[in-house]
């Protein structure tokens, strides 16, 4: 017996009598022979891979690929899975048959290719023969075997992997793809203590931190032990006292003596957001961003009062960041374009400024001068009150701006609450940076074409696969933007599915042309799956999957139900499944396109599972579990769990009632590589395949 390589897609056993053969072939399908890979075939396959991507394998990525040869994969066929990753529909996708075989002559051979090589090749394709086929072809060319026989000749196996020498140490990297700002969840408001110590709150962080304003080192940081919450803004007052708002459903007022303890002053006040207080120690409040009326109150800075109202019935915010001066409350009124004067005893309102669609936050120096700045179009300037006049100080990009606060040298520091930055504004108009920018508290992640895309509050980042650097940032900031206060992501073809179950939206978003395809509201939208001509989206205190219909996703049914908290969603060909938070459960809930009733669970007992992705041999389930801060694989078939990586900072729920914190969730692209984001820790990591906890 001998082996039969001829073609380069299977080994079969050649016996002594022809007819033999045939009946092999016929019993036995080309594709189905599971075999060890021998170091030809591993050589092959990274010829294979070059080939496709004009790069060589990643150490993780060739034993990927040798684990689906292994298992029964042919050569055509992970060729085939070549040309159908995102990577090489980039490259080769949209071209016609000469200049498919034209860029495979450069990519693969690195020369241009003769008239008569192009015609045979153009011929050979229109005639049937598959791209995949063609690839695999020019992969393993004589001319091609040549070339990279240098590269390839040190092929061998060690600690169980095969390596070849130029790659022996290139997975020796972190697993940390891309880290994110050190304020996580974003910096909102700002105050200097007595010692010119810089605070900043973080709401979606839930965290309150001092910084050192030359530097930028974080000094102190208060957290969820310490009675922070959604923590909005903040002020320090002359006893020493920090005084916040931690906005959202609850909307409690805080104040901490120095050296704590924290307690509640104030209680029921929902989407309650700036703090400020006047010279006579009274503190006051504003609602912004209430789904009801709006109001602005005054707090018995003891708690031992309930709060005054000053006044009520604002539509969407009744004020942004805040300040006093010379017995008068000056506010931003988000959505009226205008700054005004707030009397504090009438509740009625002084224009100071206008037409300035986007004020967002005021706040004076030691000399009495109104400085404020802009959300929609990125202005931070000083404000004249006796005209109103504006002067522009910096600029800074839409959708970026939260507050600003001044030190005892009359230094103007601001924040951003969609980069996370704090950023000292110059008197020359110059920025610098004190706490750099970034991802902030990433919530769903998704790959598409050689992007890494992760969903936020306030922005959508996207990130090169490759290099992890950051490619596109669309802001989106209450209004602000193509799709703000997003808390999922998924794919829809070639574009972006948005959901928010904060805001009730699906949105459609084409990251080429940045441009909203489709906005629609949506009941508690978790995440989204495509399945063919469909979208799946989990909603999430629902828990249901509905199967919309692409593109309009006019066309809805429910097809799963009963789930406690439906959020992340896996789809596998014509099978698909989803995550139960509350239950700690995965459900099947579609087996060969038949919609399963009532779902299966495929995986119990899990700590509050968030994100799911199938592998791409289809076998394995892979699970981001929120209550072990966890990345978890699991063998569809035999039950077998693996547990890829622990301490991935995800952070339990800053709301009551609710288990997991923002959705952590996980994706695989076509070489097994896992990318996971993190809310806790602002952080993307990506594992190689084969990747262990320690």
């Not at 055509?76 to 529909?89: C, M, R």
């Amino acid at each position: 017996m001998v082996n039969i390589r001829g073609d380069k897609e299977r080994r079969v056993v050649m016996c002594r009598f022809r007819n033999v053969l045939v009946i092999l072939l016929i019993l036995f399908p080309i594709n189905s022979f599971a075999v060890t890979a021998e170091v030809e075939d591993v050589r092959l396959i990274a010829r294979l891979y070059s080939a496709a991507f004009d790069r060589n394998p990643k150490v993780g990525g060739l034993n990927f690929w040798v684990d689906n040869f292994e298992g029964g994969s042919s050569i055509v066929g992970i060729a085939q899975k070549f040309n159908d990753s995102p990577e090489f529909t980039k490259k080769y996708g949209a071209l016609s048959n000469v200049a498919f075989v034209e860029q495979l002559f450069r990519n693969v051979l690195h020369r241009e290719g003769k008239k008569g090589g192009i015609d045979f090749w153009e011929r050979h394709l229109v005639n049937g023969v598959s791209r995949a086929k063609v690839l695999a072809e020019f992969a393993d060319s004589p001319e091609n075997i040549v070339k990279t026989t240098e590269t390839f000749a040190d092929m061998r196996v060690l600690d169980g992997r095969w390596v070849f020498a130029p790659n022996d140490e290139d997975e020796e990297v972190s697993v940390v793809f891309v880290q994110g700002a050190p304020m996580n969840g974003g910096a909102n408001g700002l105050y200097f203590d007595a010692d010119d110590k810089l605070w900043v709150a973080s709401a979606f962080g839930g965290t309150i931190s001092k910084l050192d304003p030359d530097t930028g080192e974080i000094l102190e940081r208060l957290g969820r032990e310490d009675g922070v919450g959604f923590a909005d803004d903040l002020f320090f007052g002359p006893d020493g006292t920090l005084y916040w708002t931690n906005t959202g459903p609850a909307g409690n007022v805080m104040a901490r003596p120095p050296g704590g303890p924290s307690s509640v002053i104030a209680a029921g006040i929902p989407s309650v957001n700036p703090i400020t207080m006047g010279d006579d120690g009274r503190l006051y409040v504003a609602q912004c961003f209430g789904e009801g009326p709006n109001g602005i109150f005054e707090i018995d800075p003891l708690g031992l009062s309930e709060p005054r109202t000053i006044r009520t019935g604002d539509p969407d915010c009744s004020s942004n960041g805040m300040d006093w001066w010379n017995g008068v409350l000056y506010s931003p009124r988000w959505f009226e374009d205008r700054v005004v004067q707030v009397d504090v005893e009438t509740g009625e309102l002084t224009d100071v400024t206008t037409g300035w669609t986007g004020s967002s936050a005021v706040k004076f120096n030691s000399l009495g001068e109104l400085h404020g700045h802009n959300q929609l179009n990125g202005e931070v300037v000083k404000i004249d009150l006796v005209t109103g006049e504006r002067e522009v100080l910096a600029q800074f990009p839409s959708g970026s701006l939260d507050n600003l606060a001044f030190d005892s040298l009359d230094r103007l520091f601001v924040s951003s609450g969609s980069d996370g930055s704090v950023t000292e504004v110059l008197t020359n108009g110059e920025l610098r940076e004190v706490s750099p920018g970034g991802l902030t508290v990433p919530m769903g992640i998704a790959l598409l074409g050689d992007s890494v895309y992760v969903a936020g509050i306030q922005a959508i980042r996207g990130y090169d696969s490759q290099s992890g650097a950051e490619t596109s940032v669309f802001r989106s900031t209450y209004g602000i933007g193509p799709a703000d206060s997003s808390t999922g992501i998924g794919r829809a073809g070639d574009h972006l599915a948005l959901s928010s179950w904060i805001n009730n939206r699906i949105v459609i978003l084409d990251p080429v042309s940045e441009s909203v395809q489709l906005d629609i509201p949506f009941s508690a939208p978790m995440d989204t799956e495509q399945m063919g001509d469909y979208l799946l989206i989990s909603t999430y205190f629902n828990g249901t999957v509905i199967r919309a219909k692409l593109p309009d996703l006019v066309e809805q049914d429910t097809i799963a139900s009963g789930i406690g908290f439906a959020v992340g969603l896996a789809v596998a060909g014509d099978s698909a499944y989803v995550s139960d938070s509350l239950s700690g459960t995965v459900f099947q809930f579609m087996r060969d396109g038949e919609v399963l009733i009532p779902p299966e669970p495929v995986a119990e007992e899990l700590a509050t599972p968030e994100g799911i992705a199938i592998t791409g041999d289809g076998k394995k389930l892979l699970v981001a579990e929120g209550g072990t801060s966890s990345l978890t694989e699991i063998d569809l078939e035999s039950g077998e769990r693996t547990t890829i990586a622990t301490d991935l900072q995800f952070q339990p729920s800053l709301i009551a009632g609710l288990k997991e914190g923002w959705f952590n969730d996980v994706d695989v692209d076509a070489e097994g590589n896992m990318y996971v984001n993190s809310d806790g820790g602002s952080i993307i990591y990506r594992f190689p395949p084969g990747t262990l906890a320690e």
